[in-house]
């Protein structure tokens, strides 16, 4: 910006019309004065021919023949117009305003505990169930700021995949490479999972830390009670949100090796994933094609809001010394011009 680029006080940039146009005007009526400055000198002249003595002298037609240095008489009424031109710029009052904003959040803290068993393969989901867990999850990742977020999967175990942290980038590169092959043990280990969530969260100082568990089953291994584990993270002030996925009855489970797609009988079980979100003062979605799966986490996304303070600072800086300044640079050179024999001259 012009502004930036400014930095010595005597700049002839700060003469340039576009300089102007950076500036913010306290008084900005008396720039409305400038037409009267030519009108001050007009009167002048008027006044000074219409009174001034004459004197008649017989010259030849030569010695009548106008020289283009009569025309430096005009030199010390266009310095002093100048003076009058910077003081109207100084009185005007140039300024700029900086106005700096200070953002502060109190963030949240985030861990997504994703099931990659088997049954997560199930195509009643496109791809899957798992591909479209971990769409939604990079989505839901993209979507927040300021907060920190960790990832927690399991099968028949748990594990942590991801600590807490802001580099959104990074967990997105974990959730890409994701596979249900991550964890050899079969199985559903919901409480497990719970409890490696809360012992990521629990050492937190940040006033709201959430848990978003996706399933698609009862819990079926692991060596703790999912209620048990619920207890434990709404004991550490941890909400839980819990999200089942899937449909119930014939869904296809993926091709065989002659290339027909094989179907599964489903069940579902909602008790467990309502009981722990309803523990951890949370809710309980059930999500059963890509699209519902999609709003579960937009709504979990509009109720936890990290909290955004704006501090505005504003600072505004004078620029009117600068054209007294020069106003006074320029009234010395008129002061000089009107106390030597050269205004005489310039008059003659």
Do not use: H
């Not at 580099?167 to 497990?192: C, E, P, R, V």
């Not at 050492?203 to 399933?215: A, C, F, R």
């Not at 890509?290 to 504003?314: G, H, M, W």
Request: proline share 3%; glycine share 4%.
């Amino acid at each position: 910006m012009l502004v930036a680029i400014i930095e010595n006080e005597w700049s002839l940039e700060w003469l340039s019309p576009l300089t102007f146009f950076t500036f913010e005007w306290e008084s900005f009526w008396y720039l409305y004065l400038f037409p009267i400055i030519p009108l001050l000198f007009l009167l002048r002249w008027l006044l000074s021919y219409r009174y001034a003595q004459k004197i008649e002298v017989a010259l030849t037609a030569e010695e009548l023949i106008k020289k283009p240095i009569r025309l430096l008489r005009f030199v010390p009424n266009i310095i002093l117009s100048i003076v009058l031109l910077f003081l109207l710029i100084a009185a005007a009052r140039p300024q700029r305003t900086n106005e700096q904003i200070e953002v502060s959040s109190e963030g949240i803290d985030i861990i997504l505990a994703i099931d990659i068993s088997q049954s997560m393969l199930i195509e009643d989901f496109q791809p899957n169930r798992l591909e479209a867990a971990k769409k939604v999850a990079t989505d839901f990742i993209s979507g927040r700021k300021y907060d920190r977020i960790g990832i927690v999967i399991f099968s028949g175990e748990a594990y942590s995949l991801a600590p807490l942290t802001t580099d959104y980038q990074m967990l997105k590169n974990y959730l890409q490479d994701l596979a249900y092959t991550d964890i050899n043990q079969s199985g559903t280990a919901i409480g497990s999972a719970l409890a490696v969530s809360t012992n990521r969260l629990r050492e937190s100082s940040v006033k709201t830390k959430v848990i978003i568990l996706i399933s698609d089953g009862d819990n079926t291994a692991g060596n703790i009670d999912p209620t048990t584990a619920a207890q434990l993270a709404r004991a550490y002030n941890i909400k839980v949100y819990s999200i089942l996925v899937g449909i119930e009855g014939k869904v296809p489970a993926g091709k065989n090796a002659f290339g027909i797609t094989q179907y599964v009988e489903n069940t579902i079980d909602e008790t467990t994933l309502k009981e722990i979100a309803k523990i951890g003062e949370g809710k309980f979605f059930r999500a059963s094609n890509n699209k519902a799966l999609q709003e579960v986490f937009t709504t979990i996304n509009r109720y936890e809001k990290s909290e955004i303070k704006e501090t505005r600072f504003q600072t505004t800086q004078d620029y009117y010394f600068i054209y007294l300044r020069w106003a006074m640079v320029f009234l010395i050179i008129w002061i000089t011009l009107k106390s030597t024999f050269i205004a005489n001259a310039l008059e003659d």
